[in-house]
């Protein structure tokens, strides 16, 4: 997989790796808290982690971006479809 990224984009790329496995820690430690006290503080820090990743992937060439977006799909929709991310019931749209 590293080897088809472009070689100035593959630091960008394990960083993206790394925080992905950051995002999911928390995801596994969402699931463990029943009572979701610390839901609100996770959320914040999950949201500026995933801001980050994309700002990154903006920064990497179109056949890496590709190849990234691939990789990282399976923890985007396991979020925005688990963590009320995606609101449908919103007016005006």
């Known amino acids: 997989m590293l080897e088809q990224i472009n070689p100035e984009d593959r630091m960008n790329f394990r960083l993206i790796l790394r925080k992905t496995a950051l ?11 029943s009572f979701g006290i610390e839901f609100d503080a996770w959320k914040i820090e999950v949201d500026e ?34 963590y009320g991310v995606l609101d449908f019931n919103q007016d005006g749209g």
């Open 23 to 33: 995002i999911q820690e928390h995801l596994e430690s969402m699931q463990r808290d």
């Open 49 to 82: 982690i995933w801001k980050n990743i994309f700002q990154v992937i903006n920064l990497l060439g179109e056949e890496s971006q590709k190849i990234v977006l691939v990789n990282i799909q399976e923890e985007w929709v396991n979020y925005i479809s688990h």
